[in-house]
């Protein structure tokens, strides 16, 4: 039988980082099957233009590869971190809405059992006003969250 699904949210903070560790050090176990998951927002060129700046193709274009840049940047990151655990793998997911939204989906859609995800220990008014990846997922998915704090 199969291990835990596991998934891990990073997103190249060091609350991320710290959540990687933290379940590798804590709560890992040889059986489970862990997916770093880093989620990335769609690039609207309309969204980002204004009546005095056009968002060009080229401009576009710059925008996916520094995305791409940064998710390799990540993946040797986690890679080195988790090197050790048997059933790792990266997960890139593209064109999300939100991170939030987007962690709910691929954990509904990968039968995911468990989540660790990082969180930057905003306040109350921070995290009512700008909201909060970790208090979506907590909220939003139906397997046991860990929510780690630095």
Known sequence: MPGLNVVIAVDGSKHAEHALQYY????????????????????????YSTP?????????AACHRDQETHAVKLKVSCDE??????????????????PGHGIV???????????????????????????????HVLHHVHVPVTIVSN
Not at 24 to 47: G, K
Not at 92 to 98: A, N, V, W
């Open 52 to 60: 005095y700046a056009v968002m060009t193709t080229d401009i576009v």
């Open 81 to 98: 971190i988790a090197k050790n655990l048997q059933n790792y793998k990266f997960v890139h997911l593209k064109d999300i809405e939100s």
């Open 105 to 135: 989906n691929y954990v509904k859609e990968n039968n995911v059992q468990y989540v660790v995800i990082g969180t930057r220990g905003l306040g109350t008014v921070k995290r009512t006003i700008l909201g909060s990846v970790s208090d």
């Open 24 to 47: 590798i050090d804590q709560l890992h176990r040889p059986d489970h099957i862990v997916t770093a998951l880093y989620t990335t927002p769609p690039i609207i060129p309309a969204f």
